[in-house]
C-alpha cells in the first residue's frame, strides 16, 4: 500500500514551491470547494421528489474523482495512478454515499439545507484528513488519522441504519454491509499494514464477520438505529483489534479498553430495546 515517508529537512522548501497552482491558489483550496459542491448537490438531492438516485450517483462520482485529483496534486506524494490514490477515496466516497442516503431517509423540508451543509463539512474534514495524512510522519499526519477514524466509523453507522430502514431483503443487505466494511477497514489498516494484499485479506476477513452479524440479526428482533449499533460495535473490534495486532500493541489493556466499549455499546441497545417494548 504506498504511503509517502515525511523528510522533515525538505518538506518547507519544496511545499513552498509546489503547493501553488498557476491561479496561486493552494492546491488544498480546492477541499472546501468540493465540499461545497457536493453539499449542494445532495441538497437537491433531498428536495428533489420523487427521489432520483442517478442524482446521488452522479455527486459521489464527482467526489470521487475530485478527490483523487486533489489527491494526485500533493506536492509531496507519489500518487500518479488509480491503485495509488484508490486507499484513501474510500472514506470520503462512500461517506458521501452514506450521507446521501441517510439523510434523504431522514431528513424532509427545510431541514435539507442545514443537513447537506453538514455532510459537505463532514466530507471536508475527510478531504483534509485523506489530505493530510498521505506524508507518514508530516505535521497533519496524527490529526488526519485521528479525524478519518472518526469519519469511518461515522460512515459505518450511517449506512448500517440505512439499510435496515430500507428494509432490503436478507441476502443482499449482508452482501451490501460486508462489501462496505471491507472497503472502511482498508482504511483502519492503513497505517498499521504496509502489504496491500496483506491487509485487503484482513479487511476482507473483517467484512465477512460484520456480514454473517447482520445474518444472526435476522433472528433478534431489533430494528434501525439500534440493530445498526451492534454492527458498528462489531466493526470497531473487528478493524480496533486486528489494527492492535497488526502494529504489535494489542495487550490486555488495549483488550479491556475494547471491552468497555463494548459493554456500554451493548448496554445503550438494551436500554433502547426495553424503551421501545415500553
Partial sequence: ????????TSWRHDDEQATFNLSG???SAYIPLLAVIYGLGLALYIAVEPTQPWLLLAIVALVGLGSDGILRSHPRADLRGPADT???LFVPVLLALASGLFLEEM????????AATGAAVLLGAALYGEY?????GGPSYALGRLVLNMLTYVAAFGFYAVVYEFHIELLPAAFAIGLFSMLLAIEVLREAEADAYRALVFSAAIGI?????RWALYFVPLDGFLAAIVLLIVFY??????QHHLTSHLNRGVAAEFSLVTAIGIAVVIAGRLLSLG
Fill in 1 to 8: 500500500m504506498t504511503q509517502t515517508t515525511y523528510d522533515s
Fill in 25 to 27: 491558489l493552494p492546491r
Fill in 86 to 88: 484508490a486507499p484513501y
Fill in 107 to 114: 431528513v424532509e423540508g427545510y431541514w435539507a439545507a442545514p
Fill in 132 to 136: 493530510g495524512s498521505v506524508l507518514s
Fill in 209 to 213: 464477520v460484520v456480514a454473517e452479524v
Fill in 237 to 242: 473490534q473487528a478493524s480496533g483489534l486486528v
